[in-house]
Nanobody, 115 residues
Framework: VQLQASGGGLVQAGGSLRLSCAVS????????LKWYRQAPEKQREFVAH???????NYAGSVKGRFTISRDNAKNTVYLQMNSLKPEDTAIYYC??????????WGQGTLVTVSS
């Protein structure tokens, strides 16, 4: 299973970015998909989750600003990030949880929000 995250970059506070994570080698349509992030000198933290059926869940710090979605035809999960804040600066990682419970991580994509 391979995950390729993309879409990170430098953006001003208040701006938007859309992250993508293309997954190969997985039973994508039957897998749970998640986004995490890790800020400098901090622990990796949960950001968003989308179930097989499309149910979503968000960390409180991003609720109302971020939207997770999935395209099973393209084997891709997205994270639309709006109203970005400097504290959103982090490396963002996607994760796939397959039906048997085995998990795989992407390599991360850096998001930098300037004030």
């Amino acid at each position: 299973v391979q995950l390729q995250a993309s879409g990170g970059g430098l953006v001003q506070a208040g701006g938007s970015l859309r992250l993508s994570c293309a997954v190969s080698g997985s039973v994508f349509s039957k897998s749970v998909l998640k986004w995490y992030r890790q800020a400098p000198e901090k622990q990796r933290e949960f950001v968003a989750h989308i179930s097989v059926g499309g149910n979503v869940n968000y960390a409180g710090s991003v609720k109302g600003r971020f939207t997770i979605s999935r395209d099973n035809a393209k084997n891709t999960v997205y994270l639309q990030m709006n109203s970005l804040k400097p504290e959103d600066t982090a490396i963002y990682y996607c994760k796939v949880v397959q039906p048997r419970g085995d998990e795989y991580w992407g390599q991360g994509t850096l998001v930098t929000v300037s004030s």
